[in-house]
């Protein structure tokens, strides 16, 4: 089991920045690859970004969408992954979530097996 709890959300201004964090407990995060998707309101949950091992390059990809302004990486010492998110737009307003799992590059939902309970994002003027 991994358990994972994200933290960092808030209410921002149109073209301001946040950092999302992702602090992982139980089985060797380094294991895992890290997922960060997000779900708006009467939306279905979306992926955002990926991260690969540390050990195998740490390759990176992203949703066409946040392509540019947000940056995905992990600090496999410390346990946590993070989701740097800059010029940020009120379609970015969602809840936010970060996810474990096995595959490459996954993007999708049940390509995951462990996930935390989210954080919001709000980006409003």
């Known amino acids: 089991q991994v358990q994972l709890v ?3 959300g808030g209410l921002v201004q149109p073209g301001g920045s946040l ?4 602090t992982a407990s139980g089985r060797t995060f380094s294991n895992y690859v890290l997922g960060w998707f997000r779900q708006a309101p009467g939306k279905e949950r979306e992926f955002v970004a990926a991260i690969t091992w540390s050990w195998s390059g740490g ?4 949703a066409d969408s946040v392509k540019g302004r947000f940056t995905i990486s992990r ?5 946590t992954g993070y989701l740097q998110m800059n010029s940020l737009k009120p379609e970015d307003t969602a809840v936010y979530y970060c996810a474990a799992g096995t595959i490459p590059g996954a993007q999708e939902q049940y390509q995951y097996n462990y996930w935390g309970q989210g954080t919001q994002v709000t980006v409003s003027s």
Do not use: I, M, P
């Not at 950092?19 to 992702?22: A, F, K, T, V």
């Not at 600090?75 to 346990?79: H, S, V």
């Open 6 to 8: 994200e933290s960092g």
């Open 59 to 62: 390759h990176t990809n992203y």
């Open 75 to 79: 600090d496999n010492a410390k346990n």
């Open 19 to 22: 950092r999302l964090s992702c």
